[in-house]
């Protein structure tokens, strides 16, 4: 049921991409383009940066102002994450003791930094797809990757799974309603009851798809998805946004703009 739940709000936030904005008229290449940028940008620093790594907060910052997503909404569906953030990089510090750094009496180890930069870099990078799918909207987003020379068979398959995953999830949960209502109040399944339940669950979802690709052949599939909405044209507006976000990326990447900030800053204090 929580992960029903993690999908709808998934779905909430694809819902936001229906706003009228400039940031939403923009054509989705140039968005796509310029998400792809800041993860590379972000996922080639050292995995001892941390610091470095908050200047990339301002692109989903900005996204989600200009779009009008919700700063609130955007972060509780990033959280859904952390759990697995967390135990990817959980076990560093008891790996990596070397003394890096100290912070007045703490001695910060390469384990802490690496284990932090995981984290934030996580998380910026969740929340930053989540916010362009806020405001490009996830058919647009294969759409763009399409043009931009995605293979057909790999988008297609993207395209099913984000169709599909919500009525494989809301199968899910009706076969958990139905087996609590038939089990006695407060239980839990057993390993027994979950083979069962996986078992029937796969046979539904083979039934569900054989049905699915009936439909689809009796209508002419070909082995693409029909564009049936009009295409955006990529101009001045779209390289305007591209130009600007990569001067930004390229003084984030090249310059240690905290340390510079912060060092400015500690020369203005008397």
Request: hydrophobic letters at 55%.
């Amino acid at each position: 049921m929580s992960i029903e739940h993690a999908l709808r709000e998934i779905r909430r936030l694809d819902d936001l991409s229906a706003q009228d904005s400039p940031l939403h008229r923009l054509d989705a290449r140039a968005k796509v383009l310029t998400t792809l940028a800041v993860l590379v940008a972000m996922l080639s620093l050292g995995r001892h940066e941390v610091a470095r790594l908050l200047p990339f907060a301002a692109y989903p910052l900005l996204l989600a102002i200009l779009g009008e997503v919700p700063l609130g909404a955007l972060m509780r569906r990033a959280a859904v994450a952390l759990p697995f953030v967390l135990f990817v990089g959980i076990f560093n510090p008891l790996i990596d003791r070397e003394v890096l750094l100290h912070y007045g009496p703490l001695a910060v180890t390469g384990g802490m930094l690496s284990f932090a930069s995981i984290v934030l870099r996580s998380l910026l990078a969740v929340t930053t797809a989540l916010a362009l799918l806020a405001v490009t909207g996830f058919d647009p987003i294969c759409r763009a990757l399409g043009r931009l020379g995605m293979p057909s068979v790999f988008l297609v398959q993207l395209q099913f799974l984000y169709r599909y995953i919500f009525v494989l999830a809301e199968e899910a949960a009706r076969m958990m309603q139905a087996r609590a209502l038939r089990a006695a109040p407060d239980s839990r399944p057993s390993l027994r009851e979950y083979r069962s339940l996986l078992g029937s669950l796969l046979l539904r979802t083979l039934d569900r798809a054989g049905r699915v690709h009936q439909a689809m052949l009796c209508r002419g599939f070909t082995g693409s998805m029909p564009d049936l909405r009009p295409g955006t044209r990529f101009g001045l507006p779209e390289l305007k946004f591209c130009l600007v976000w990569g001067v930004f990326l390229l003084a984030v990447r090249i310059l240690d703009l905290p340390r510079l900030l912060g060092g400015l800053a500690g020369g203005l204090v008397p």
